[in-house]
């Protein structure tokens, strides 16, 4: 199960942590990604974390703003979001799978299990 939480109202600049707390299963034996969704728009990949390399996967519109991490004690991945822009309002998910190779870590589909998603709102 994954509970994603963080999400808030912010400026345009500004910084936000979004988490995902994770339960039900030995934690670091998944991967963990965030996906977010736009009104009107596709979901979209922005940031995903492998479980036993630690290797890291970004979109090319978040790199160098957005740091993804995990604290495997805690059973938690976070997203620490730096410059945000109008750009990056969305509702945010975190999705989790034991069975992803590192090539499909941009692909939604090759997650098992999703959170609920927490709404970003970045004002211009």
């Known amino acids: 199960q994954l509970q994603a939480s963080g999400g808030g109202l912010v400026q345009t600049g500004d910084s936000l942590r979004v988490s995902c707390a994770f339960s039900?299963?030995?934690?670091?034996?998944?991967?963990v990604g965030w996906f977010r969704q736009a009104p009107g728009k596709e979901r979209e990949f922005v940031a995903a974390?492998?479980?036993?390399?630690?290797?890291?996967s970004y979109a090319e519109s978040v790199k160098g703003r957005f740091t993804i991490s995990r604290d495997n004690a805690r059973a938690m991945v976070s997203l620490l979001m730096n410059s945000l822009r109008p750009e990056d309002t969305a509702v945010y998910y975190c999705?989790?799978?034991?069975?992803?190779?590192?090539?499909?870590?941009?692909?939604?589909?090759?997650?098992?299990?999703w959170g609920q998603g927490t709404l970003v709102t970045v004002s211009s």
């Open positions: 999705a989790a799978s034991r069975t992803i190779i590192l090539s499909s870590l941009r692909l939604g589909g090759s997650y098992a299990h």
């Open positions: 974390i492998h479980r036993s390399s630690g290797g890291t």
């Open positions: 039900g299963d030995t934690f670091r034996t998944y991967t």
